[in-house]
C-alpha cells in the first residue's frame, strides 16, 4: 500500500498489478499491452499509461479483472469501463434505475424498461406488455409523442421497441451487506457500462 499522501502515478500501480505482453488486438497487429497478474486481462496499451489514472486514484489492486476490482485504499469493490466507474461496500443501494440494477424476474423488467423509456417531457404516454418476437420473450414498449416534441415530424405520431428478457435475473433492489455483496455490485456496474 502507498502513502495515502501521495498520488499513485500510472507507472506505479502498473508495477503492482500488471505485466506486459504481446497480444493480437487488432487482426494482424500485435501491441504491447499491459494484463493483470491476477487474471491475465487486458488493462490498457503501451504508451496509453495515462488513460488508466482513474484505476491508480483508487489504487484498486487486488482481485483486478477486466472492469471490476479491489481497493484496499478505500475498503470498496470497483466497477468501471471506458465511459464510468464506481464503487461499492457494504451499505451500497441498488435502485430501479441505477446502472448496476438488474430485475429480478418479468414483471420487474417491465416496469423497469417502462420507466427507461418513458420521458414526461415529450411524450403523451409509455406502456407496455409481455411478449414474444420471433420466438424471443420479452416485453413490448409503445409511446406516443407530444407536441413538444423538438422533432415536429414526431407530433403525435406512435413508436416503441422490444426488449428481450435478459439471459439472468438479478436482485432487483436491494442493499449490499457483504463484501462479496458489494462485489457482485461491481460486476453488475461493469456488465452495464461496458
Known amino acids: 500500500m502507498t502513502d495515502h499522501c501521495k498520488q499513485m502515478t500510472p507507472t506505479e500501480y502498473l508495477s ?16 504491447q499491452v499491459y494484463v493483470s497478474k491476477f487474471d491475465r486481462s487486458y488493462i490498457t496499451h503501451v504508451g496509453l499509461e495515462s488513460n488508466i489514472q482513474f484505476l491508480a486514484d483508487r489504487e484498486i489492486t ?13 475498503n470498496k469493490w470497483y466497477g468501471w469501463s471506458h465511459r464510468a466507474i464506481f ?19 418479468p414483471n ?27 420466438g424471443v420473450p420479452g416485453v413490448c414498449i409503445e409511446w406516443q409523442y407530444n407536441d413538444a416534441t423538438p422533432n415536429k415530424k414526431l407530433h403525435g405520431k406512435i413508436s416503441g421497441t422490444f426488449q428481450p428478457y435478459p439471459d439472468t435475473w438479478g436482485k432487483g ?20 457500462v461496458s
Open 16 to 31: 503492482l498489478v500488471a505485466e506486459i505482453e504481446t497480444q493480437e488486438i487488432v487482426p494482424g497487429k500485435l501491441s
Open 87 to 105: 464503487g461499492f461496500a457494504p451499505g451500497s443501494t441498488c435502485k430501479r434505475g441505477d446502472c448496476h440494477y438488474r430485475a429480478a424476474d
Open 108 to 134: 420487474d423488467f417491465l416496469q423497469d424498461v417502462i420507466r427507461f423509456w418513458t420521458d414526461e417531457e415529450d411524450l403523451v404516454y409509455t406502456t407496455g406488455k409481455h411478449c414474444v418476437r420471433d
Open 62 to 74: 487486488e482481485q483486478l479483472t477486466h472492469g471490476v476490482g479491489f481497493s484496499p485504499k478505500d
Open 173 to 192: 433492489e436491494w442493499t449490499a451487506v457483504t463484501m462479496e455483496d458489494a462485489k457482485q455490485m461491481a460486476i453488475d456496474f461493469n456488465e452495464s
